[in-house]
């Protein structure tokens, strides 16, 4: 699986963002997709999972804000960012999980796309 993801830049906060991420390759058996972000000097995150059939786990710091939604068809997850802060200035990474058999699950993350919000 290979994901590739769009959309970071720099941006005024209380301004919005869209984050994309398009998956390819062996992607028949994704269960998850969604977003983590890691700012400087803190531990990666996460911001927002969205399962096959549309169920979101979004990280209190971001509900309200954020939202996740998935387009099968496409094989892409989208990260609708508004109202955003200072605080979500991080490095977004795209990432996927499909199960690994044995009762596992096999991580897959993308390239990370930087945002920078300015107050």
């Known amino acids: 699986v290979q994901l590739q993801a769009s959309g970071g830049g720099l941006v005024q906060a209380g301004r919005s963002l869209r984050l994309s991420c398009a998956a390819s390759?062996?992607?028949?058996?994704?269960?998850?997709m969604g977003w983590y972000r890691q700012a400087p000097g803190k531990q990666r995150e996460l911001v927002a999972t969205?399962?096959?059939?549309?169920?979101?786990n979004i990280a209190d710091s971001v509900k309200g804000r954020f939202t996740i939604s998935r387009d099968n068809a496409k094989n892409t997850v989208y990260l609708q960012m508004n109202s955003l802060k200072p605080e979500d200035t991080a490095v977004y990474y795209c990432?996927?999980?499909?199960?690994?058999?044995?009762?596992?699950?096999?991580?897959?993350w993308g390239q990370g796309t930087l945002v920078t919000v300015s107050s």
């Open positions: 990432y996927a999980d499909e199960p690994g058999g044995w009762g596992t699950w096999t991580d897959h």
């Open positions: 390759g062996s992607i028949f058996s994704i269960n998850r």
């Open positions: 969205i399962t096959s059939d549309g169920k979101t």
